[in-house]
């Protein structure tokens, strides 16, 4: 419904042809050949022609025939031309062309290559008591518009002739919507009927409408201005005391004065004045008809409303949760916020639909194939979303979509100051003014403009801050307010990253109840797990495993992914002496590492990658560096998994010619343009020279879920009953579910859990029988063949000597042949090993030789297989 341009330039240049007027006036008889009655036009990629059609048949013409018809904008009687938005070029009759009546109304003329051009868009105002009659073209470019007096103009009211905002009296706004980017890109009324008041054009982010209800009208607009784009910020507050602001990310960062227009009595506010690149006024029209003063509509109340609501949809949502987590599958929905991420994920739907060059990796895979396009972001996403659908009553005939609430930047600012209050112990009044303990930031400053550029991650991030703010200590709640902060201030990346751990770490406080020992016990021993009844126990013990086993993949994942790309390409860049990038690695390589990921085999991870990323730092070939196979060895140790590199101490001394170069920006990246294009190659053509080389990195990744590796580590880990995977009391459920493992398999098994799992000869687990109870619980694709384990009886008559039976001894090399005229008579003499040690230390000592300790038990052990 805007302009789309990428700065919107006002200017109030009007070019008066006096001459023309006079020339006209005089040779007419009368007021009518001032009368506009209709405007007519064709386009095509271009506007071709404009006419202003006058009254007395005369035709005011802009170009030449071409393109196409375009509808007629027909003027009623007393209706006339105040304003021309113009966005011009240098070919033809410029991109397009609005004209705005002085009832509001609205003409669109606009070539197809409108939105697809940045050009700026330049405004023309008739003059007070004339109407605009034609355009004024000048060496290929619009140098102003043609005006002539508006018939009784200038009598006895003696006011200017009406502009947009002059509108009837039957006018509301209904709506105002606006964009912004790091400036206001463009604000717009909408009214009552239909018609649309606009300053700026299309650019930026998308921010929430504020809609207004009935008998509700703008009373207030506080700007922020500046010389550039539509200002700073804008806040417009409406006569219930409601407000939405429209602010750009620079909104803190300048110092600039707020400028307040309030509404008339009897009036309210349509539109904004704006005189080139400054805000003037605004444009009122009179409300006709009572104003809302229902108490229930006060701020205050609406804020109780929306409390109650909120903690009725929680405390609901507990017990249906706790119901879903013992008798359903876990809910693996996908977040459609990224229409590439749902794209690569809806190619994915099993492990046949994987391109054959990544087909090998894939293959190692030993986890069904839900889990590997399934993140618990997606769960805590849903989670935090229950209830948007839903109603607040707040009085008996008014009531709010919850989510529209939690978009208010009211309502948000209500929550922030008392969660500011109750961290830093502070009244809630004095919240505006606190500061950040670690930074020095202005908290609520901070928190306000993250919430203003989140797009649609704002109700997630107003609910997160909800539940932080009513489960954690304030202390929790201080360290959690900093770390935000801190990540606030660097770029768009981590700021992605930083909303990704908030929302963690809102979902682990909020879902804390469920997860205590209390309960974990209760599960552990049986308590409503089916009863008496087999299949329903089996039913319920197969979703507490994947309960447990939905947190612990994610955190698989994420130490799979640091182990094979974050953790490596830092070494790499530590080893060349590159420490930006090192530093970028975590915040721009991220996203280029998990979107090749995605659209390769359509693995999804717990951080969810920003593809629109165009910084192609922190990201390399790293495992076609010289010291790459070094870096492996090391990190394909269970011991070392996902630990950082500085931690690993045969790697973290890497010398610049140990490591060797790489190609740095890798695979095309930077000249891709974006995460994103990166993906998209790999998506569209896996065979080429990208495609083949990134299979290289999927076979590293994939390592960390195969048989061998994920299941001793998962059972080593959830054998712990670690509390970060609500794992309190798994042991006893993997006792219970290997209790129908053994009657499902109908073989005799050992008489416990740990005495199957658990492999005595090698002191490790078991790898296939871990992963054949795992496929059981439904985790784990298929089983894998058991070798018998060997029994009590044979592992005794196997690590008994034999006495009987004389086997030559093999070394490994020759012992020395001094060493064996020495030691040979005396072993043939039947000496004592410790004897022959002592002579040999005698005898050699002259010498100023000294022998070690293997080489002359090589010797000893050589002589006697000899004789």
């Known amino acids: 419904d805007t302009p789309a341009a990428t700065a919107a330039t006002a200017a109030t240049a009007t070019t008066s042809l006096p001459e023309e007027r006079m020339a006209a006036a005089a040779s007419a008889p009368g007021p009518a050949q001032f009368q506009l009655t209709r405007v007519t036009s064709r386009a095509g990629w271009f506007v071709d022609i404009i006419q202003f059609h006058m009254a007395n048949g005369d035709v005011d013409t802009v170009g030449s025939h071409g393109g196409s018809p375009l509808p007629d904008f027909e003027l009623a009687s007393g209706e006339y031309i105040v304003e021309a938005r113009i966005k011009d070029d240098y070919q033809y009759c410029g991109l397009g062309i609005e004209l705005v009546s002085s009832t509001g109304r609205i003409s669109r003329i606009w070539g197809s290559q409108y939105s697809k051009r940045s050009v700026p868009v330049r405004t023309y105002r008739a003059s007070p008591g004339s109407q605009i009659v034609g355009l004024r073209r000048a060496r290929g470019r619009y140098a102003g518009v043609k005006e002539a007096p508006i018939p009784n103009a200038s009598g006895s009211d003696g006011k200017e002739a009406k ?19 790091w ?39 506080k700007v922020k201005d500046y010389h550039d784009f539509c200002g700073l910020g804008i806040e417009v507050f409406t006569t219930t005391g409601r407000s939405q602001r429209f602010w750009g990310e620079q909104y803190h960062n300048q110092n600039r004065p707020v ?20 805000y003037v006024g605004i444009i009122q029209a009179p409300i006709s008809g009572p104003v809302s003063v229902d108490p229930a509509l006060s701020p205050s109340a609406i804020f109780k409303a929306f409390e109650a609501r909120i903690q009725q949809i929680v405390s609901a949502g507990d017990r249906k949760e706790e119901k879903r987590d013992r008798v359903e599958k876990p809910i693996l929905r996908r977040e459609g916020s990224e229409k590439a991420m749902d794209d690569w994920e809806a190619k994915f739907k ?4 994987v391109p054959e060059v990544y087909k090998r990796a894939a293959n190692r895979i030993c986890l069904k194939w839900e889990w590997v396009t399934h993140t618990q972001t997606l769960t805590i996403l849903n989670f935090l979303g229950r209830g948007f659908g839903s109603t607040v009553q707040h009085g008996p005939t008014q009531s709010q979509d919850l989510k529209a609430m939690l ?18 112990g502070v009244d809630p009044h004095q919240a505006a003014s606190q500061r950040c303990l670690m930074t020095g930031a202005n908290v609520l400053a901070v928190l306000q403009s993250s919430f203003g550029r989140m797009g649609w991650r704002q109700p997630y991030f107003h609910m997160a801050l909800w539940h932080l703010m009513h489960e954690c200590k ?48 209760a599960r552990a021993e049986g308590r409503g797990m089916g009863g008496n009844d087999p299949e329903s126990e089996l039913r319920a013990l197969r979703t507490e495993c994947e309960r447990v086993f939905r947190a612990y993949i994610d955190y698989h994942k994420h130490r799979a992914y640091c182990s094979a790309f974050l953790e490596p390409v830092r070494c790499y860049y530590k080893a060349v002496g590159n420490h930006t990038m090192l530093n970028d690695a975590e915040v721009h390589g991220v996203n280029w590492y998990l979107a090749g990921t995605m659209a390769a085999i359509g693995m999804r991870f717990p951080l969810v990658p920003f593809l629109g990323d165009q910084c192609c730092k922190g990201f390399a070939e790293h495992w076609h560096a010289k010291g790459s196979d070094r870096m492996w060895s090391e990190y394909k140790k269970s011991e070392n998994f996902g630990k950082p590199f500085e931690g690993i101490r045969s790697i973290r001394s890497m010398a610049r010619r140990e490591m060797g170069r790489a190609a740095e920006n890798s695979m095309g990246g930077g ?37 061998e590796f994920f299941c001793e580590k998962a059972i080593s880990m959830l054998m712990q009953e670690g509390v970060d995977f609500g794992a309190t009391g798994f042991r006893k459920v993997l006792e219970k579910l290997y209790e129908h493992y053994k009657i499902h398999e109908k073989e005799d098994k050992e008489s416990d859990l740990l005495g199957f799992i658990y492999d005595d000869e090698k002191n490790a687990y078991d790898t296939a029988r871990v992963n054949n109870l795992l496929h059981f619980a439904g985790i784990t694709k298929s089983k894998i063949p058991v070798a018998p384990k060997k029994s009590l009886t044979d592992r005794g008559k196997q690590n008994k000597p034999a006495t009987d039976v004389k086997v030559a001894y093999k070394p490994r090399v020759r012992a020395n042949p001094e060493l064996m005229r020495i030691v040979t008579p005396m072993v043939r003499e039947g000496a004592s090993q410790q004897t022959i040690f002592e002579a040999c ?18 010797a000893v052990r050589q002589a006697r297989s000899e004789l």
């Open 183 to 221: 400036y206001v890109d463009m604000i717009s009324f909408h009214l009552s009927t239909g018609e649309v008041n606009t300053v700026g054009g299309h650019g930026g982010s998308k921010i929430p409408d504020l809609k207004l209800q009935d008998k509700e009208y703008v009373a207030e607009v």
């Open 407 to 424: 978009l208010d930047h009211q309502m948000f600012d209500r929550t922030v100051k008392q969660l500011i209050a109750k961290a830093y």
């Open 259 to 278: 400028i307040s227009f309030k509404a008339d009595r009897g009036n309210q506010i349509i539109g904004l004045k704006r005189r080139g690149t400054r």
């Open 671 to 707: 000249r891709l343009g974006s995460a994103k294009r990166f993906g998209e190659t790999i998506a569209r053509d896996p065979n080429s020279r990208t495609g083949r080389k990134w299979a290289e990195y999927m076979e590293r990744l994939c390592y960390f879920f195969s048989a």
């Open 474 to 521: 304030p202390d929790e709640l201080t360290a959690k307010l900093g770390g935000f902060i801190d990540s606030a201030s660097k770029c768009l990346s981590a700021q992605r990253l930083a909303f990704q751990m908030l929302i963690k770490h809102a979902h682990l406080v909020a879902c804390g109840l469920k997860n205590k020992n209390s309960e974990g016990s």
């Open 841 to 858: 230390r005698a005898k050699l000592q002259g010498n100023g030789r000294a022998w070690g300790n293997m080489a002359i038990f090589d």
């Open 163 to 181: 502009g947009p905002g002059s509108a009837r009296p039957s006018l509301r706004v209904e709506a105002v919507s606006g964009r912004a980017g």
């Open 350 to 353: 099993s492990i046949e639909d």
